[in-house]
Nanobody, 116 residues
Framework: QVQLVESGGGLVQAGGSLRLSCAAS????????MAWYRQAPGKQRELVAA??????NYADSVKGRFTISRDTAKNTVFLQMNSLKPEDTAVYYC???????????WGQGTQVTVSS
């Protein structure tokens, strides 16, 4: 089992920045890919950014503004969000995928609200 705990959400004005953190514990050696998803009210959960083996991928809507990084020693993944827009408002979820079973693990989510 893998446990994920997010932190760092909050309320920020448009153009501002936030840094999300996701601390992983448990059977973490089995984790290869970690990612951030978000879900806005009335919308489906969508992939924001993912990191695997040092490679990062981003949704088109956040390219150039968000950066995902991973501190393997601390078992933590980060999402640096700059130039935030009101449409970035959502609950952000940390996700980890078991490299062999492909089981997905989720954090409890952290609210990000961007005011205009």
């Amino acid at each position: 089992q893998v446990q994920l705990v997010e932190s760092g959400g909050g309320l920020v004005q448009a153009g501002g920045s936030l840094r999300l953190s996701c601390a992983a514990s448990g059977v973490i050696f089995s984790i290869n890919t970690m990612a951030w998803y978000r879900q806005a009210p009335g919308k489906q959960r969508e992939l924001v950014a993912a990191i695997s083996g040092g490679r990062a991928n981003y949704a088109d809507s956040v390219k150039g503004r968000f950066t995902i990084s991973r501190d393997t020693a601390k078992n933590t993944v980060f999402l640096q969000m700059n130039s935030l827009k009101p449409e970035d408002t959502a609950v952000y979820y940390c996700n980890a995928v078991h490299q062999f079973t492909l089981a997905a693990y989720w954090g409890q989510g952290t609210q990000v609200t961007v005011s205009s």
